[in-house]
Structure formats: structure tokens, C-alpha cells
């Protein structure tokens, strides 16, 4: 079944990623688009847990990174999504309610957790290696900004792609 699971999760990254760079950049705030990778990754480890999440993160984050309108060193997405998803693995249940699915309300502020941090670390990458020429203000605007887009598209994105990633492979996922 990792074949099937492997494909999956690769179209779900690919689709998000082709919304992301073509229709979410039309509604941009402040330049802004939503992240959907990231929320793909995130509910990719709370399905899967936190190795799971800092591969698919990984992964995304090179995709994300070679893909136009990438205008950045590569590598900077790819090390800010493997952090989100070990971050998000972190959050995943071992035992608990519902069969081990997070409330709805841990979901949602794992997502806004993750949203800082993988923003964070894109941004002090950026600032790093001398990418640009953003203050600290800018950047903190980047970080609320995507945050915010991230926590409203959370109830229309996370649902679904969990329960997709939990129906092509049932027995090992725990959320």
C-alpha cells in the first residue's frame, strides 16, 4: 500500500502546490498568498506522525523551492517545512479521544504554530543569507499575515486531506 500511499500524498503536494503558485497568487495580501503545502504537510503528520511530516516536508519544501515564481536560494522551504512537519508530529496523538484525532481546536492552533514557525524560519533564512532587503517590520507582517491566511483556509483544507491520508492507509494512521 505505500505505492498507493506515495502517490496520494504526491498528488495532494503537486495540487496544492499548482493552487498555490496559480490561482491563490490572485488573491494575495500584501503579497501574501496561502500556504497550501504547508497545511498539506501538517495534516500529513498529524495523520502520520512526525517522521512522516519531516520527510513530506522536506520534499514539499524542494518542490516549493524549484517551482516559478521561486526567486530564493533553494533549500530555504524545503528546511521551514521539515521543521513544520516535525513540529505537527509532535502535536499527533499516540492514544486518546475519537481514535486518536486531535480536536478540532488543536488542529487549528497546530496549524498556527506551524504557520509561525515555517514562515519564521523561510524569513531568518532570507535574512541569513542576505536575501532582500526586509526589515524585521516586513518581516513580522509576512509572519501575521500568513498565519492569518493559513488559519482560515485550515477548516476547508485540513478536514479533507486527513481523512483522505487516514482512508489510504488506515491501519497505520492514528489520527
Known amino acids: 500500500m505505500n505505492g498507493i500511499r506515495g502517490a496520494v500524498v504526491g498528488l495532494l503536494v503537486v495540487v496544492a502546490l499548482l493552487l498555490q503558485v496559480s490561482v491563490f497568487r490572485f488573491f494575495?495580501?500584501?503579497?501574501?498568498?496561502?500556504?497550501?503545502v504547508l497545511l498539506v504537510v501538517?495534516?500529513?503528520a498529524l495523520v502520520r506522525g512526525g517522521q512522516f511530516g519531516m520527510v513530506l516536508g522536506f520534499c514539499a519544501g524542494v518542490l516549493l523551492d524549484v517551482v516559478?515564481?521561486?526567486d530564493h536560494t533553494a533549500g530555504r522551504w524545503?528546511?521551514?517545512l521539515l521543521l513544520v512537519g516535525y513540529v505537527a508530529g509532535l502535536v499527533r496523538p499516540e492514544n486518546g479521544s475519537a481514535h486518536g484525532r486531535p480536536p478540532a481546536l488543536t488542529v487549528?492552533?497546530?496549524?498556527?504554530?506551524c504557520s509561525f514557525v515555517g514562515t519564521s524560519v523561510f524569513a531568518l533564512t532570507g535574512l541569513l543569507l542576505h536575501e532582500g532587503d526586509a526589515?524585521?517590520?516586513s518581516m513580522l507582517e509576512v509572519v501575521g499575515i500568513s498565519l492569518v491566511w493559513d488559519v482560515l483556509l485550515t477548516p476547508l483544507?485540513?478536514?479533507?486531506t486527513m481523512a483522505l491520508l487516514r482512508r489510504v492507509e488506515p491501519e497505520r494512521a492514528r489520527a
Not at 495580501?29 to 497550501?36: E, H, I, K, M, S
Not at 487549528?108 to 504554530?113: K, L
Not at 483544507?157 to 479533507?160: C, E, G, R, S
Open 157 to 160: 483544507v485540513l478536514p479533507w
Open 68 to 70: 516559478p515564481p521561486a
Open 135 to 137: 526589515g524585521t517590520g
Open 78 to 80: 524545503a528546511v521551514a
Open 108 to 113: 487549528v492552533a497546530t496549524v498556527a504554530g
Open 42 to 44: 501538517v495534516a500529513g
Open 28 to 36: 494575495a495580501w500584501d503579497g501574501v498568498v496561502p500556504d497550501l
